[in-house]
T-cell receptor
Framework: TQLLEQSPQFLSIQEGENLTVYCNSSSVFSSLQWYRQEPGEGPVLLVTVVTGGEVKKLKRLTFQFGDARKDSSLHITAAQPGDTGLYLCAGSSNAGNMLTFGGGTRLMVKP | GAVVSQHPSWVICKSGTSVKIECRSLDFQATTMFWYRQFPKQSLMLMATSNEGSKATYEQGVEKDKFLINHASLTLSTLTVTSAHPEDSSFYIC????????????FGPGTRLTVT
């Protein structure tokens, strides 16, 4: 069974601060996705990383896939209250798109 | 593009009744859809994989006779919670990878089930 450990579980910061969320596994994934979920809604896909060492940027968000494709990180620069939400990493093996989810990071950005 | 809808968005039912939840891919086809369950402040837990035209594959610990899944077409999968009990109350979410998309999945908005 593939497991993804996400850290930290909770993060409360002030507006303007930077933060990094980590997603680690002992297993290799063919791809890794990051999602953001707000209460009462489904997860929204932020990015998919596929190549080891890949870095993708989405405005103030920077996503990195580890060289060995076992870990990933999400870095947010100058966080804003609108970034508040549950961030989920999810890995996919070659087994037909089935996703393994990390435990999630609940982020709160205070104005 | 890549929109997944769920219906209903929320439902309240009495203990012992059955509830059907629909998951539709609106602008793409999906031979596979996934059903998840999410408890408050927790991550998503995969319940089953729905396969168009064949039987669903259930994760360990998920009762297939209680959670009936039907994937009748390339755009519709249904989850029926049979003989619902209060412990079945949860947020149910479906997802679908577009045919030909090797990695990405798109999620529905979820269905909040409350069993009284």
């Amino acid at each position: 069974t593939q497991l993804l450990e996400q850290s930290p579980q909770f993060l409360s910061i002030q507006e303007g601060e930077n933060l990094t969320v980590y997603c680690n596994s002992s297993s290799v994934f063919s791809s890794l996705q990051w999602y953001r979920q707000e209460p009462g809604e489904g997860p929204v896909l932020l990015v998919t990383v596929v190549t080891g060492g890949e870095v993708k940027k989405l405005k103030r968000l920077t996503f990195q896939f580890g060289d060995a494709r076992k870990d990933s990180s999400l870095h947010i620069t100058a966080a804003q209250p609108g970034d508040t939400g549950l961030y989920l990493c999810a890995g996919s093996s070659n087994a037909g798109n089935m996703l393994t989810f990390g435990g999630g990071t609940r982020l709160m950005v205070k104005p | 593009g890549a929109v997944v809808s769920q219906h209903p968005s929320w439902v309240i039912c009495k203990s012992g009744t059955s509830v059907k939840i629909e998951c539709r891919s609106l602008d793409f086809q999906a031979t596979t859809m996934f059903w998840y369950r999410q408890f408050p402040k927790q991550s998503l837990m995969l319940m089953a994989t729905s396969n168009e035209g064949s039987k669903a594959t259930y994760e360990q610990g998920v009762e297939k006779d209680k959670f009936l899944i039907n994937h009748a077409s390339l755009t519709l999968s249904t989850l029926t919670v049979t003989s619902a009990h209060p412990e079945d109350s949860s947020f149910y979410i479906c997802s679908a990878p577009p045919v030909g998309s090797p990695y990405e999945q798109y999620f529905g908005p979820g269905t909040r089930l409350t069993v009284t």
